[in-house]
């Protein structure tokens, strides 16, 4: 079955540099969330969309930005990077119901350095 | 949002059943229980969710208590590949992010 897909699994970025990264959510799913897992932290919760349209906001920086497209998939923008944001970013997807099973990406692994 | 505890840590060893108890006390009628696993470096992974009744699948049970104030995931025979963090996880509605509490760290002795 096909799963979410998260590019690039790697990024490399300097201080104050951009990144995007980038999710496709499995088939028909209409709900994508973002989280961010810190070094030996548990993930946290940053944004999710609904139908194109952002659903909740939790812990994002400013410095970030989401949009989730007509085709569904969705990309999260960071800009100034900087070092603690160094993490492991993961996508995940839902088709809403009333149990909202939600199937995670792989992740990107983002450095900063 | 219901808070959620686990045990830091667990140990079993190797095709022994787990028991990975989890205590909801301030659960609410509507919050399903869904169980999520995190094995090193990859995304978590769904295991099983539940709202009232017992729940099975192809990797594991679910035995909610008669009160909904606590649950058991229950791994029939541990595999080496079974040794992650488990989290439990409340949500109340649709489209609910996930809040991942300290969850339980299983390790599986050969």
């Known amino acids: 079955a096909a799963g979410v897909i998260q590019s690039p699994r790697h990024l490399i970025k300097e201080k104050r540099e951009t990144a995007t990264l980038k999710c496709y959510p499995i088939?028909?799913?209409?709900?994508v969330y973002w989280y961010q897992q810190g070094p030996g932290q548990d993930p946290q919760f940053l944004i999710s969309?609904?139908?194109?349209?952002?659903?909740d906001k939790g812990s994002i920086p400013d410095r970030f930005s989401a949009q989730q497209f007509s085709d569904y998939h969705s990309e999260l923008n960071m800009s100034s990077l900087e070092l603690g944001d160094s993490a492991l970013y993961f996508c995940?997807?839902?088709?809403?119901?009333?149990?909202?099973?939600?199937?995670f990406g792989p992740g990107t692994r983002l450095t900063v350095l | 949002d219901a808070k959620t505890t686990q045990p830091n840590s667990m140990e079993s060893n190797e095709e022994e059943p787990v028991h990975l108890p989890c205590n909801h006390s301030?659960?609410?009628?509507?919050?399903?229980i869904h169980w999520y696993r995190q094995l090193p470096s990859q995304g978590p992974e769904y295991v099983i969710h539940?709202?009232?009744s017992n729940v099975n699948n192809r990797m594991a049970s679910l035995a909610i208590a008669e009160d909904r104030k606590s649950s058991t995931l229950i791994l029939h025979r541990a595999t080496l590949r079974d040794a992650a963090v488990y989290y439990c996880?409340?949500?109340?509605?649709?489209?609910?992010?996930?809040?991942f509490g300290p969850g339980t760290r299983l390790s599986v002795l050969p």
């Open positions: 995940a997807s839902s088709l809403r119901t009333s149990t909202d099973t939600q199937y």
């Open positions: 088939p028909r799913h209409d709900t």
């Open positions: 969309f609904y139908e194109k349209m952002q659903s």
């Open positions: 301030t659960i609410s009628g509507t919050d399903y």
């Open positions: 539940g709202l009232t």
């Open positions: 996880i409340l949500t109340d509605n649709y489209g609910q992010n996930f809040v």
